[in-house]
């Protein structure tokens, strides 16, 4: 545990005995969801975790070859949980940290109750007739830029990402939470990212999940939501009425709320009964 959690910078918090695992996404750790977190503390017991290269974990447990894909963080994932012998959870994953977490589901299904992914996609990349939001294109300039001028990518994508001109306290935020990271990981990061597709992985997973698809969403639109939707079986698909990729962010009450229902939900539910949900 010692060494798990030094590597991980694992932290717990919370009164209750159910447990909710938190992932974060892409160039951020686990101080992005500090908003939210006081809606679940009286009941549930929250684990919360930096992936290696993020935050506070161990810079030099950084391994090139490990984590050049997701499965490196997925690994990760799948460790964490039994080193800290955790069952029936429920792992909350922002953004790429929704794959990550549907990995460790796969391999573990009988660890984990339920997923709740916010702002999901299993490919970025536009492919055929599927639209993921992104040409290659792109995704290098992208990467030239975090690797030329990083500082000038956290201030542009801040903004961009967040997609809320009427919340400059937040985009201030979020562009400092980018600014804490290594650009040189996060660059590598941000391309096992934007080049993943987990598309076939969707049907292996077992294990329900709650998608929210957020309003103008610059990284995952509207169709990547009803698509993951559709292939993942045991999935309820809510769009949250919150502008942007960050709802925990700069909506975290109305994002608490619907998560919450979700897990009154799954906690009352078995089998079938899981898929039946319909958010009020």
């Not at 996609?121 to 536009?126: A, C, F, Q, T």
Request: net charge negative; charged share 25%.
């Amino acid at each position: 545990m010692m060494e798990n959690g030094k590597k991980h910078n694992i932290t717990i918090r919370g009164k209750g005995d159910k447990i909710l695992v938190f992932g974060h996404g892409l160039a951020c750790d686990q101080r992005i969801w500090s908003r939210i977190l006081p809606y679940f503390e009286e009941e549930y017991r929250m684990v919360l975790f930096d992936y290696v290269g993020s935050g506070l974990s161990d810079h030099g447990a950084y391994d090139l070859k490990r984590y050049k894909t997701l499965q490196g963080h997925g690994e990760d994932l799948k460790l964490l949980i039994e080193t800290l012998d955790l069952w029936d959870i429920t792992f909350v994953g922002h953004s790429v940290s929704a794959m990550i977490g549907l990995l460790a589901a796969v391999d573990l299904p009988e660890r984990f109750k339920s997923l709740v992914m916010i702002g999901p996609s299993p490919r970025y990349l536009n492919d055929g007739d599927y639209f993921g939001g992104f040409e290659e294109e792109e995704i290098h300039g992208l990467l030239r830029m975090m690797e030329m001028n990083f500082t000038g990518w956290a201030t542009a994508h801040a903004g961009v990402f967040l997609n809320q001109p009427n919340f400059p306290a937040e985009e201030e935020h979020l562009r400092g939470v980018f600014l804490r990271e290594d650009p040189r990981l996060m660059r590598q990061f941000a391309e096992a990212t934007f080049f993943s597709d987990h598309r076939k992985d969707l049907s292996r997973c077992p294990v329900p999940a709650l998608i929210l698809q957020c309003a103008e969403d610059s990284v995952v639109p509207r169709e990547v939501g009803e698509y993951l939707h559709a292939h993942l079986a045991g999935s309820q698909l809510v769009h949250l009425p919150v502008t942007g990729h960050y709802p925990h962010l700069v909506a975290p009450e109305q994002t608490a709320a619907v998560i919450r229902q979700y897990l009154k939900h799954v906690e009352l539910s078995t089998g079938e009964e899981k898929k039946s949900w319909i958010f009020d």
